[in-house]
């Protein structure tokens, strides 16, 4: 039987991995790691599917990210190197409804080194973790713009399923956006859980870094 009180809000916390550490977003603190990683115009292609950016000079996106510092929902957490504590992307836990225990995870910005890494699926491990583990919450939602191939890709992998489009759901940077919802229940995270711990060991990777086997969607091998 689910609990009827209301799960606790997230936190400014903390979440330490082997390969990434997650941290409340400091925008003073990571604001030139995350400029270089993300926000330099280079990186534009990085904003495609975001509601925000991209930016062209460094003052405009250390103002962004002081917003998203004392934002409350969204909350953002910087994913950092657990060694180098370089500052590689973020990401949010957002529309968190306490009382229905439903919450997302969303505005997740990658810098390119970040993309496709173990460093990437570790923090999505750490947030999932923290959201079933500590929280306590029964819904954990990915949505995203229809168009985006990658994310919708990523959510598979990462153990969500789809549940359906929402047509004319936003207008995001004056175009209008069909939106993809996914979703991972409590009761699927102790398989995606153990999956992900599979996973992420070092004896899954061999010398080169290369994965000796993927990460399996749903926990099932």
Not at 19 to 30: C, E, G, I, K, S
Not at 141 to 147: A, D, M, P, V
């Amino acid at each position: 039987m689910f609990s009827l009180e209301p799960a606790p809000r997230p936190q400014r916390i903390t979440l330490r991995g082997s390969y990434v550490t997650l941290a409340p977003l400091d925008a003073a603190a990571h604001g030139d790691d995350l400029w270089e990683g993300c926000g330099r115009p280079e990186h534009t292609r990085l904003w495609d599917w975001m509601s925000d950016g991209p930016f062209w000079e460094r003052e405009g996106f250390q103002r962004h990210l002081e917003r998203k510092q004392a934002s409350e929902d969204p909350l953002f957490y910087t994913i950092m190197d657990a060694v180098t504590g370089r500052a590689l992307g973020y990401a949010s836990l957002m529309r968190i409804d306490q009382a229905n225990r439903v919450i997302e995870v969303g505005h997740i910005m990658y810098s390119r080194g970040l993309q496709r890494s173990r460093q990437a699926t570790e923090a999505m491990y750490l947030l999932a973790r923290y959201v079933f583990d500590e929280l306590g919450y029964r819904r954990y939602e990915w949505k995203c713009n229809s168009l985006n191939l990658p994310s919708r890709k990523a959510a598979l992998r990462l153990g969500f399923e789809y549940e359906g489009l929402f047509r004319q759901h936003m207008i995001v940077k004056g175009a209008s956006r069909d939106t993809t919802w996914f979703a991972m229940m409590d009761g699927d995270w102790p398989a995606r859980k153990q999956e992900f711990e599979r996973w992420l060991d070092g004896g899954n990777f061999d010398e080169g870094g290369a994965q000796r086997s993927a990460l399996a969607a749903g926990g099932r091998r």
